[in-house]
Antibody, heavy 121, light 106 residues
Framework: QLQLQESGPGLVKPSETLSLTCTVS??????????WAWIRQPPGRGMEWIGN???????YYNPSLKSRVTISSDTSKNQFSLKLSSVTAADTAVFYC?????????????WGQGTMVTVSS | DIQMTQSPSTLSASIGDRVTITCRAS??????LAWYQQKPGKAPNLLIS???TLEGGVPSRFSGSGSGTEFTLTISSLQPDDFATYYC????????FGGGTKVEIK
């Protein structure tokens, strides 16, 4: 059974770079035609798609975050990662990694449990 | 950007009630719409994709309908496990979520 688990610092200082990793178990991130995604949810608010990475390494980013986001993968560790630069308090959120439905890259059927990241000095 | 608007933002209902949540897209998204259920402190759970396709394991009391710009999620007979927040999401062009509808106990 496919499982995803986010990890990374829970506290990041303003202007620094937020870095998170998603470890995938029960399946391979190199599986053909699969995407992998990051989504965030500020406290008490709705969700925002951050970006996807295709099994081939091609990335797709939310235009509103594109200038600050980098998603990469490490197939040897079966992980994919998120970097969000120049963070502010507005970036405080629960961050989820997720796997989209096969054939529908932006509908998400398997989610990690989420990790809370607070931006504060 | 495609904007998604849900209504109502909060809904109070009783066990056994029929509940309907509406989602409107700012432009046509055909049937590229999903519905999620989220409980406090948990990740969202995909209920419905392609506007009306029930995901595996989702009770049949949940149903989705609509196309273009107007969509509905219906719970035919509200059960205790259904008190949660529901989100719609368009995935025609990247992904945008609605603001959510919290279903509360009346």
């Amino acid at each position: 059974q496919l499982q995803l688990q986010e990890s990374g610092p829970g506290l990041v200082k303003p202007s620094e770079t937020l870095s998170l990793t998603c470890t995938v178990s029960g399946g391979s991130i190199s599986s053909k035609n699969h995407y992998w995604a990051w989504i965030r949810q500020p406290p008490g608010r709705g969700m925002e798609w951050i970006g996807n990475i295709y099994y081939s390494g091609t990335t797709y980013y939310n235009p509103s975050l594109k200038s600050r986001v980098t998603i990469s993968s490490d197939t040897s560790k079966n992980q994919f990662s998120l970097k969000l630069s120049s963070v502010t308090a507005a970036d405080t959120a629960v961050f989820y990694c997720a796997r989209p439905l096969l054939g529908s890259p932006y509908a998400f059927d398997i989610w990690g449990q989420g990790t809370m990241v607070t931006v504060s000095s | 950007d495609i904007q998604m608007t849900q209504s109502p933002s909060t809904l109070s209902a009783s066990i056994g009630d029929r509940v309907t949540i509406t989602c409107r897209a700012s432009q046509s998204i055909s049937s590229w719409l999903a519905w999620y259920q989220q409980k406090p402190g948990k990740a969202p759970n995909l209920l419905i994709s392609k506007a009306s396709t029930l995901e595996g394991g989702v009770p049949s009391r949940f149903s989705g309908s609509g196309s273009g710009t107007e969509f509905t999620l219906t719970i035919s007979s509200l059960q205790p496990d259904d008190f949660a927040t529901y989100y719609c999401q368009q995935y025609k062009t990247y992904s945008t979520f609605g603001g959510g509808t919290k279903v509360e106990i009346k």
